[in-house]
């Protein structure tokens, strides 16, 4: 089997968390207006911009809350600045024409007072829908801000207005990345199978090993991609795609191994909170942990498998450490060296406005480069501001057709990329050497 042919079947073998529509149904989305959340404009704490279209969405039966018929409801507010803020209201949709056959009807969407809603403003999305255990899911995500971008993506929405429109997206398949998403909106996506799993237990038993072990691990179940030949966008995201979905198999054993040691839960139902605080600590911050190096450490196999030089956490100015400096700490060192030849790299996996720490990383270089692998995850005013701050996106192609033509202008491929780097002269090169 060939390189092109095993990378493409082993990619689409990477999602198996099902569709959308396993979740969420199709749902209804439109931009807030000042009438909706502005109390000064309005104290009814009613959604305007219903069109018929929302029928299929909603449905035709009247649900009052003051009648006891209202819609259980998942308010939640999103932003690049905090952690998601939910909270369960109870949501009314009824025609208010229902008893005046001779007019047509007039559907009136009302919400409960509540803080995702206090924290939404004008020009601010709103997302929704019924999730498939019966509840209504009404999600705000913050205007202009990356995680906007991604869930726009994720319902395939391009844009918007003060009236609802309706998508479609229950037969999307979920990847990792919608996975990520979706468990920002308060789901907990089950993976359909246990790849790897008796092989995992096998090696590591009920714990897990080094995060680099386990990239590895990852990388080299692929198979059929060879990092040394294959394409790099293509490679960066099947690693990541791999391992994210190796740790989800093998978190699910050692959570319920974990549990099973240390139940929080006793016999007659009553939670110890204590236990149950720790070790849902326990489990978040083992996967930040995973999180925050996974993308660099395959980054480091391609450059190692292509036989470029370059220097990992190399100390800088001000003991700062760029995850990649090219083409290592001589050349940065070096009076000698000429700076335009410098190049550096930071690997977020996404970036809200954690990119700004990367700026000062690295002085003698000029123009700094961020690799980001989120879709749609840099919206048009944060790139405006990296172009402003001279940073430079790289992204695999996948991901950077989900970005807006100005993103994509100040994007260059990751294969792009590593091809520039490869052919970065070493001090030797230049005759420069001891």
Partial sequence: ????????????????????????????????????????RSNQHEIGGVTKAMLPVLGDIDRKATEGSGI????????????PVAEDIVTSWYDTRRSNPTRS??????????????????????????????????????????VDAQMRWLFGIKDLDGRFNVYDRTQASVDVFAVQLLSLLGFEPQQKDELLLEDMLNRWNYSFPTGREFAQYAEDSLTDIDPEVDDPDDVVLAYYEREYHLFRVLEEAVVQHEYEETPFVSVDGKINVPQFTTFYKHVRNRRMSRAGTSLEQHVQR??????????????????????????????????????????????????????RQVLDEADRINEKHLLTITPSGISVEQNRQMVDKKLRLVMPKKIRDTHPAEVQGNTILF????????????????GLGD
């Fill in 1 to 40: 089997m060939g390189h092109e042919d095993g990378l493409s079947n082993t990619m689409n073998h990477m999602s198996s968390y099902g569709m959308l529509g396993d979740y969420i149904e199709k749902i209804a989305s439109k931009e807030l207006q000042p009438v909706d959340v502005d109390p000064k």
């Fill in 72 to 83: 259980p409801t998942v308010a939640i507010y999103l932003s690049d600045d905090d952690d």
């Fill in 105 to 146: 009807a007039e559907w009136r969407l009302y919400y409960q007072a509540c803080t995702p809603m206090k924290l939404a403003s004008a020009g601010d999305t709103l997302y929704c829908g019924y999730m498939k255990d019966g509840r209504l899911l009404l999600a705000i995500t913050a205007a202009s801000s990356s």
């Fill in 302 to 355: 391609i450059l190692e498998a292509r036989g470029i030089r370059y220097a990992p956490q190399a100390v800088t100015e001000k003991k700062k450490k760029p995850d990649f400096l090219f083409p290592g700490v001589e050349e940065y060192a070096s009076k000698h060296y000429p700076a335009r030849f410098l190049r550096m790299l930071a690997a977020k996996t996404s970036t809200k406005d954690r990119w």
């Fill in 415 to 430: 294969s792009d990329f590593i091809k520039r780097v490869s052919e970065i002269p070493t001090l030797a090169d230049l």
